[in-house]
């Protein structure tokens, strides 16, 4: 029986090339998506921060992602503040699992906070609003 990850293998050079391109295409845009979403960047806020169309800066993240250019790349990391580092993915894989150190600063003090009475709603079964119950 065929597994899937034979399935999916390049059956040549240029084709491994190809899946080569389109898996750190993906990932560039992936990076730059999660960037706006904590920005609070909207397409249209990164389009006027940069100066092009909206549609422009949908082209540059649409799938597929022939117009997304380093170039581009570092206009938009520019626009959202952001620094960007080309890593190889055993590097990354490294660095998501060695905690920082503010990440084991905090893992520490959460472990040390009080724990806190789980909450529970009293009313759920009845037929009346919660805040009649309300202290």
Do not use: C
């Amino acid at each position: 029986m065929t597994s899937l990850n034979e399935l999916l293998k390049p059956n040549s050079n240029e084709e491994a090339e190809e899946f080569a391109v389109e898996n750190l295409l993906l990932s560039i845009q992936i990076a730059l998506q999660k960037a706006m979403t904590s920005k609070g960047y909207s397409q249209k806020m990164l389009a006027d921060a940069l100066s092009v169309s909206e549609a422009r800066v949908s082209q540059m993240l649409s799938s597929g992602g022939s117009n997304l250019t380093l170039r581009s790349v570092g206009k938009i990391a520019h626009a959202l503040d952001q620094v960007f580092e080309l890593v190889t993915k055993e590097e990354a894989e490294v660095l998501h699992t060695k905690p920082s150190l503010a990440q084991d600063v905090q893992v520490k003090s959460l472990m040390k906070a009080p724990r806190r009475k789980a909450w529970s709603d009293t009313t759920a079964n009845e037929n009346r609003f919660p805040f009649e119950k309300a202290a």
